[in-house]
């Protein structure tokens, strides 16, 4: 296994790491450790923890041991936090990526500031061509002079993976899977509901410090088990291969890991 603080230093992208927790409860803790190793990482280099998370299942499952915890080793204040895709709707409509977020998260922890979280912009809901670059300045704008100018290095993105493989809201067979210049872009015809969205593209994904996949339950079965055991298929999910020096690492419960081939390792910080 490798150690959360090794960089992969080949300079073809590292192998998926799974970990494969007995329950999603088992699971939650140790995303809890990960994301806290994560932003200490991110701290002592450069004073900052830069999150990028998903909607779905996936914010319950972190919130769950990150808030009310009774130590103080999150650093709220350092963190800042984007959105790997959003769907256009109001931020107060229950399909928005940050209104479940904000349920399942953000209003559980009153130290984080809403400055310290990057929404789309509501004015431009209409249009999804400029709310996507929109997203995609204030991606530059945060990140602008940091390690990458070229690409935004996020120090986490969290995903979640869908029944179909999607990823973000990059979907099987779509023309995203090969944008390679945008760092946001528009989607309208989103097979999953509701059809307008934005979302990161690979030239983000990849170029992550750390990338995390996060799922649960029987339903992933099948899916894990095709993107681990056969990338070739070019899942979407299966794409997410940061750069060195990142790493991609899959978080499951054992029930989503049933039929997967692919070597577990011991979770270990
Ligand atoms: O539509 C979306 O779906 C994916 C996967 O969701 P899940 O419920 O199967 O975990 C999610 O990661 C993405 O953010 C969301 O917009």
């Known amino acids: 296994m490798a150690p959360l603080s090794s960089t992969n230093p080949s300079t073809t992208p590292a192998e998926p790491i799974l970990y494969s927790f007995k329950t999603p409860d088992d699971l939650s803790k140790g995303l809890a450790e990960f994301v806290i190793k994560a932003q200490d990482d991110a701290i002592t280099r450069r004073n900052k923890f830069t999150l990028a998370t998903s909607g779905g299942s996936l914010p319950k499952m972190l919130s769950k041991y990150l808030v009310n915890r009774d130590d103080n080793r999150l650093r709220w204040d350092k963190w800042e936090i984007f959105f790997c895709d959003e769907r256009l709707v109001p931020l107060d409509h229950e399909d928005s990526n940050y209104y479940l977020c904000d349920r399942e998260f953000f209003s559980k922890v009153p130290e984080l500031k809403r400055s310290q979280i990057h929404t789309i912009d509501e004015k431009l809901l209409d249009d999804a061509e400029e709310l996507a670059d929109a997203y995609e300045k204030d991606l530059v704008a945060a990140f602008a002079g940091k390690e990458a100018v070229r690409r935004p290095v996020f120090d986490l993105i969290l995903l979640g993976m869908g029944p179909d493989g999607h990823t973000c809201s990059l979907f099987p067979g779509h023309e995203l899977l090969a ?51 056969h990338p070739e298929e070019g899942l979407p999910a299966s794409r997410v291969r940061p750069a060195p020096p990142g790493d991609i690492y899959y978080f499951t419960d054992d029930a989503a890991s049933a039929k997967a081939q692919y070597p577990k390792s011991e979770f270990k910080l």
């Open 179 to 229: 944008e390679q210049h945008r760092w946001v872009a528009p989607i309208k015809d989103s097979p999953k509901p509701p059809s307008n969205r934005i979302t990161f593209t690979y030239p983000v994904l990849n170029h992550a410090h750390r990338a995390a996949f996060v799922l649960a339950g029987e339903g992933k079965q099948d899916l894990l088990a095709r993107t681990l055991d």
